[in-house]
Nanobody, 113 residues
Framework: QVQLVESGGGLVQAGGSLRLSCAASGSGSSFGINVLGWYRQAPGKQRELVASIGTSGVTYYAGAVRGRFTISRDNAKNTVYLQMNSLKFEDTAVYYC?????WGQGTQVTVSS
């Protein structure tokens, strides 16, 4: 069983920054050999992939966040991060991290315009 716990969400003004963290724990997490992802779900919308990072550090970003968000991982700490800069109102959503088929509980990010 793997537990993923996100933190770092909150309320921020447009143009501001937030850093999300997701810590993995539990047996069999195999953190270092899994692709990690950050997803988000806004009210009334489907959950969408925001960014992912592979075991070798190769990253992917959705077009809407490319150049503003940065995903990183610290395998020693079993933690994945999402640095979000130049936040926009449309970034408002619940953000989830994923590892294999496991999901965190989500953290709310609200950007005021």
């Amino acid at each position: 069983q793997v537990q993923l716990v996100e933190s770092g969400g909150g309320l921020v003004q447009a143009g501001g920054s937030l850093r999300l963290s997701c810590a993995a724990s539990g047996s069999g997490s195999s953190f270092g050999i899994n692709v990690l992802g950050w997803y988000r779900q806004a009210p009334g919308k489907q959950r969408e992939l925001v960014a992912s990072i592979g075991t070798s550090g190769v990253t992917y970003y959705a077009g809407a966040v490319r150049g503003r968000f940065t995903i990183s991982r610290d395998n020693a700490k079993n933690t994945v991060y999402l640095q979000m800069n130049s936040l926009k109102f449309e970034d408002t959503a619940v953000y989830y991290c994923s590892l294999s088929h496991y999901w965190g509980q989500g953290t709310q990010v609200t950007v005021s315009s």
